[in-house]
């Protein structure tokens, strides 16, 4: 039997796609090279055939036909990977095809006592949130990615979402995951903490679909908050702001939402925003003695009132200014509009891109001038913006925006020679990546971050549940 | 050149330990069986030699010798283990050496920005925290091993402390480690997050020796606590203190340590408690309406005013009463305490040794009687007490304690019948450990827990570093 037909006759030929359109849909996924790629036409990796199965059960037998005639399989939920984790590589299979997993999209179950929601790999993240609202509950997970990605993407990735301060990173919320594997299911997870053995389900968190396809993952829940409140604070420079937010990560004082940004992303922030007076606002500050604004965003969720009051008692002994809810809420309305803004500047000749990265308190002053300093000294004149957006006790992330003239002679290299200059100042200094995963785009950098022997570590994982290779070719281990 | 030559060469004469009670010493660990061989001068597996390395190069060294001539190597901090973890078995070997890591014991750096101390390996609970105590910090890691446990053994084997809810669990201090291995030295650890694949630092924790000799580990640290307050609360019945405890945990108000007891060891704790009025508390907590007391120990560090507020409000709505300091300082002081009394039990005839799981919230229950009756099942007339002493937004870890009388026809039996049917009532219910690890005891049971597929991962990562299988053998994977 051809294998097409073996598909058509496991899921339905409605959902076994082979016309162009959907195949190319499905390849890619939001970076700026993808989107050069998409505008110039290029020719880009496409699949032979974009499967849609129903369910767990569907994803397992599609596996399993896949592995019979050696095709490579690439999960695929929202699309919105930057760094090429979902482009359809062959990898020297003779075929391809693209798992959508678009039809996973239910709530399969809610444990009120225990605070564990079952949600299916392809339920969106908004989706998500209406489902578990309708018991009550919120996951809190917003990354920049929120409208369309997955909650098996963000498991697949160890997304953090802009919330990450209250509710933790994705890789927090997980009890447990259902994966598909050459091998057959494999289940992880029946205790909320363990000493069986090393925790796997960190293991299969971050895999990006090399290790299996994620069909279900346990998360825990939290009460919707019946209060949500989200303010703009004035810190006196970086250092300033960077210590300020150490404090607070270190004493255990973090709103849901904490957000720095730097002097360079302040003055966007500032000129970008309608209804900020932004002279008088300037003035303000200057009789407050600030001389190099940087903006804090803090947001609280749920119990508003004692969260905020310890939080703000601790910025104003930072010398940090309060300037009130116009900045705090429309950055929370804006926040996933960064995305669709790119359109636009890219029609404007714009190279727009953003990158990121976290380290260790210590390490993240220098690491934030050595990336800003290695993209300038790549692309010439340029907006290097910066903000930390997630913090912990030991560190924060870095999250760069980064804005220059297109060189349209070569819009491609030009950005390939700057990314490689910010990757290879990163590479020592912090991790590769804090919450865009590795893909493609990053793999080179990993052993220089897990060493060979956590690649050889990776690698001999992967041979135990995809012999053959067919999961994710090329993606996390180059 | 032979080998013990080599290793004296390498390490010193006085480094390479051959004498038989030096041997002996270091094997076994400190389990109710062991105590029984132990006192029945039953044959137990002996390494042919101890090795002391000074640092971690010396490890490294060590491992390469091992390798070339296919030598078994058991590292060995403490000697904790109550699950076989440091048993000096051959795995087919033609000799095997403990490594006795008792001379890594440095505080290796100290980082105050980003509160991250590396320790050796060897360093002891006590000795960590005079050293951190320098510096102005603690780690906040207290198990009932502390006094005789390493940095290196809780890394691991995934040890919690009594403060767990406070200070986290061991791996989540964990910011980085170093390990040797035969393929060589592993270092793990760029970030306090990332999404740069899978968390291998989440591997390495919990391995157990069979993946590398964990020589360093950078943790996170925190202040010295300027406060201590330890009290104890009453709470009526079993499945009332299990739903407060799951309220603090969920509203994020635990207090730092927070032990609920069953009505047994309630009972056994009050009778233990020389200096308690056992009549007059009980006719105090009658005149209440509570009717089956259950103690609750709860114990704040560091801000003692403001977290106690919030938590005793939290507790008295759940109907618990306070019955002040004595029972809870009673208990902190008396903490460490528990191994010793085994040998004064063992002399009387007792059969006594301690259990525990983990499971979510709404299995617990369930959990709670059925190892409860699996062990009086297999035992007849026995004391079965059991707490919650770790306590997590999804579930709580469960901790027995059974008494007996010993069989002495067949004591090893007696147990090891028990101790199955215990671990057969926490299959598939909840871990097989929350914090003791696998070592020999568990291994039978990781199946149930992480699948054939976890299996086969562990096995894959294992031939990946230890092509020869020369670390720990017969430990974690059976």
């Known amino acids: 039997m051809p294998v097409r037909t073996e598909f058509e006759e496991l899921l339905g030929a409605d959902h076994v796609l082979v016309d162009p359109g959907e195949r190319l849909g499905r390849t890619g996924g939001l970076s700026y090279l993808d989107l050069l790629h998409a505008r110039a036409g290029d020719e880009v990796p496409v699949p032979d055939a974009v499967l849609l199965p129903a369910d767990p059960d569907q994803v397992q037998a599609v596996l399993e036909v896949c592995v019979r005639h050696d095709i490579g399989v690439v999960p695929f939920g929202g699309g919105t990977s930057v760094v090429g984790g979902v482009a359809a590589l062959r990898g020297g299979k003779a075929a391809v095809v693209v798992l959508d997993l678009v039809r996973l999209d239910e709530l399969v179950s809610v ?56 509710y933790g990173r994705f890789e927090d919320m997980v009890a447990g995951l259902r994966l598909a594997t050459p091998k057959g299911e494999w289940r992880l997870g029946v205790a909320p903490a363990s000493a069986a053995g090393p925790d796997l389900r960190q293991l299969a968190v971050g895999s990006e679909g090399t290790l299996g396809v994620i069909t279900e993952v346990a998360l825990r829940v939290r009460p919707l908050p019946e209060q949500r409140h989200y303010e703009g604070w004035i810190v ?65 969720e749920g119990d508003v009132a004692r969260c905020r009051r310890r939080t703000s008692a601790m910025l104003k002994c930072s010398g940090a200014v309060r300037i009130g809810k116009v900045l705090g809420e429309s950055w929370r309305h804006g926040r996933f509009n960064g995305p669709r803004q790119r359109d636009a500047l890219l029609d404007l000749g714009v190279c727009v891109e953003t990158l990121e990265t976290a380290a260790y308190w210590s390490n993240l002053d220098e690491l934030h001038d050595a990336v800003r300093a290695a993209l300038v000294a790549s692309l010439g004149r340029a907006i290097v913006m910066c903000h930390v957006s997630h913090a912990y006790e030991t560190g924060a992330s870095l999250y760069f925006t980064v804005l220059t003239s297109r060189d349209d002679t070569d819009p491609v290299g030009q950005w390939q020679r700057a990314k490689a200059a910010a990757c290879e100042a990163i590479s020592g200094l912090g991790t590769i990546s804090h919450h865009h995963a590795v893909g493609l785009d990053h793999a080179p950098y990993l052993e220089a971050e897990i060493g060979r022997i956590g690649l050889d570590v990776l690698r001999a994982a992967k041979s135990a549940v995809d012999p053959t290779g067919i999961l994710n070719p090329g993606k996390l281990l180059c």
């Open 236 to 300: 006196d420079g970086w250092a300033a702001g960077a210590a300020a937010v150490r404090k607070l990560a270190q004493d255990h004082a973090l709103a849901d939402v904490t957000r720095l940004s730097d002097v360079d992303e302040t003055n966007v922030s500032f000129s970008l925003n309608a209804g900020l007076k932004t002279t008088a606002l300037k003035t303000y500050l200057a009789a407050r003695g600030i001389k190099n604004p940087c903006l804090l965003i803090v947001g609280w």
């Open 111 to 166: 444990d009120p006592v225990s605070r564990i929601a079952v949600l299916r790999a392809g339920v969106r993240g908004p989706e998500a949130e209406r489902l578990l609202a309708a018991h009550g509950y919120t996951l809190g997970h917003v990354p920049q990615s929120f409208e369309r990605a997955t909650i098996g993407g963000f498991a697949a990735t160890r997304s953090a979402g802009q919330a990450s301060s209250g």
